[in-house]
């Protein structure tokens, strides 16, 4: 059974930085793509950056790009997702999750990732 926690979530001023982590258990990186997605209160869950696990390919949201970058450390089977020039509206509950395969072109489609991470709070004061 693939696990994810996630960490690195709190409170950060507009225009700060984040870095958010995701420890894999259960399985590894070389066979599972694994993505963040974040909701709002209110909102539906958005697909925000993902990567593959053959080949570390990324695809990020439009919303993102350029500001975050994910990245992965295979040695320590974690997912990283750094966030910069933040905006009030990324202020949300961001997950992990991952799927078996992905092997070199990610999807942000949720439906497609079977594990997911209890969250982390990211809230961006203005």
């Known amino acids: 059974q693939v696990q994810l926690v996630e960490s690195g979530g709190g409170l950060v001023q507009s225009g700060g930085s984040l870095r958010l982590s995701c420890a894999v258990s259960?399985?590894?990186?070389?066979?599972?793509?694994i993505g963040w997605f974040r909701q709002a209160p209110g909102k539906e869950r958005e697909g925000v950056a993902c990567?593959?696990?053959?080949?570390?390919?990324?695809y990020y949201a439009d919303s993102v790009q350029g500001r975050f970058t994910i990245s992965r450390d295979k040695a320590k089977n974690t997912v990283y997702l750094q966030m910069n020039s933040l905006k009030p509206e990324d202020t949300a509950v961001y997950y992990c999750?991952?799927?078996?395969?992905?092997?070199?072109?990610?999807?942000?489609?949720?439906?497609?990732?079977?594990?997911w991470g209890q969250g982390t709070q990211v809230t961006v004061s203005s």
């Open positions: 999750a991952a799927y078996y395969g992905g092997s070199y072109n990610p999807t942000l489609h949720h439906y497609m990732y079977d594990y």
């Open positions: 990567i593959s696990s053959a080949d570390g390919s990324t």
């Open positions: 259960g399985g590894t990186l070389d066979f599972y793509a």
